[in-house]
């Protein structure tokens, strides 16, 4: 058996493992450790890898960023900004119709901004906005489905833990890539709000409309706001003003956010314990599967698989635009039985060589930036796909009195205005790319 067909053995092979419910970090550790010993012959040089690959993986500096994210996040959630930013949006728009829904996007949106992580925003911002969801007679398929939804903005709105990740995997720049991700962020907000709006237009019983407020009580809410705004503008303009690095940004934001919750009187020494605790774990989670991701593409990159098949594609003329298409399609695929981080981890060492030979009539560093933002936002959709969207299950267990079946079919309208979405960015490249020409 030649080394390209052991390469592709190997992913029938891997998904197998994942599918007996073996860790994905694990489950690519033992196919390239295998697979590199069935190659070479020599089970020293397959073992050696764990020593000379980790220290590898892990003394790249810029993963210092990921701990320092997701800490910033942990404190966000102590210091009840949550709370904050899903009452000044139910403030301005619960009045209309969908509006306390719509007003549950608006703050997912802006806790993904200081958050970075899908399944955190999720989790914290239904904790918040399902009670408020159900007092005003939302059906269990809307609530759950519009937090579910809500919860992937925490992907593309920066600072994004994933975005991060990809950048680094593809050699990128994270500050090119976060500005990338801002306008197709709050396009994904505005889609699923029009999205809500057209639910409730066509299903008007699934939700009810919260009393009018006056405006001066909407502006003292919006003032509750501001220690988030100051925070998300210290780290964003922070980095695009050139005063410090995207990493230096993280540490800023963690210590920040802590600096509020701590203002807040939120943030106890068990709630301190818990939250350095729980990014530890995120934090370990993500890295082993950074370790069996770069010992698994070590071993394709034995086989040659990535050189073989773009030389493949290359021969046989195929368009550079169904390619791409045929791999947006594999993630949707994908994301029915995997998580969006492997996912990114496994698929983009092997795609982005490929792709990157072909002619987008773009630059190569603005095509690494615009592919990143389209397989992130396919990734997103991928978080609400039934059987396994993980974000529907994070909601659905917040609200055990709803079946999931409901949940499913409450997400499909979501799902219509992602892939919607999907086809917008990949026709019109310059909606990821024009801030991206504008500050660099």
């Not at 593809?170 to 029009?194: D, H, T, V």
């Not at 920040?256 to 939120?266: D, F, K, V």
């Amino acid at each position: 058996m030649s080394p390209f067909e052991i390469g592709l053995w190997s992913f029938p092979c891997l998904l197998i493992l994942i599918f007996l419910r073996i860790p994905i970090g694990l489950s690519m550790l033992i196919i390239g450790l295998g697979g590199t010993y069935i190659i070479e012959g020599n089970v020293n040089m397959s073992l050696g890898q764990l020593k000379h690959m980790t220290y590898g993986t892990f003394a790249n500096y810029s993963f210092s960023i990921i701990p320092l994210f997701l800490l910033m996040g942990q404190f966000a959630a102590i210091g009840g900004l949550s709370k904050s930013l899903f009452k000044t949006a139910e403030s301005w728009l619960g009045h209309k119709k969908g509006g306390v829904a719509m007003s549950a996007i608006g703050g997912c949106a802006g806790f993904g901004a200081i958050c970075g992580s899908s399944l955190a925003t999720a989790a914290t911002m239904g904790q918040v906005a399902l009670p408020e969801l159900r007092k005003y007679g939302y059906s269990g398929a809307l609530s759950t489905a519009t937090l579910a939804a809500g919860g992937t903005l925490g992907i593309l709105i920066p600072p994004s833990v994933i975005l991060v990740i990809y950048a680094i995997i593809a050699e990128q720049n994270i500050a090119k890539l976060f500005a990338a991700g801002f306008l197709p962020g709050l396009m994904a907000a505005l889609f699923y709000m029009l999205t809500i709006r057209l639910y409730i237009y066509y299903a008007p019983n699934s939700g009810g409309i919260k009393e009018r407020l006056p405006y001066k009580k909407r502006f003292k809410q919006l003032a509750t706001t501001w220690p988030i705004i100051t925070i998300f503008a210290l780290v964003v303009g922070g980095i695009y003003g050139g005063f410090f690095s995207p990493t230096e940004a993280a540490a800023i934001g963690a210590a920040g956010t802590g600096l509020i919750a701590i203002t807040n009187r939120s943030l106890s020494l068990n709630n301190l314990k818990e939250a350095i605790l729980k990014t530890a774990q995120s934090t370990a989670m993500i890295f082993f599967i950074l370790l069996g991701a770069a010992i698994f593409n070590s071993f394709i990159g034995l086989t040659q698989m990535p050189q073989e098949a773009a030389k493949l594609i290359i021969d046989a003329q195929i368009s550079p635009w169904l390619i791409l298409i045929a791999i947006l399609f594999l993630y949707l695929l994908l994301g029915c039985v995997m998580d969006s981080l492997s996912m990114i981890i496994l698929t983009v060492p092997i795609f982005f060589p490929v792709l990157s030979g072909l002619d987008f009539g773009l630059a190569p560093d603005e095509f690494a930036i615009w592919f990143g933002i389209l397989v992130l936002t396919v990734v997103e959709v991928g978080l609400i796909t039934p059987p396994v969207g993980m974000n529907l299950f994070v909601i659905n267990n917040m609200a055990k009195d709803i079946a999931i079946i409901e949940t499913f079919k409450g997400v499909l309208p979501f799902i219509l205005s992602d892939l919607i979405r999907v086809i917008l960015l990949l026709l019109f490249p310059s909606i990821s790319l024009c801030l991206v020409w504008l500050l660099y």
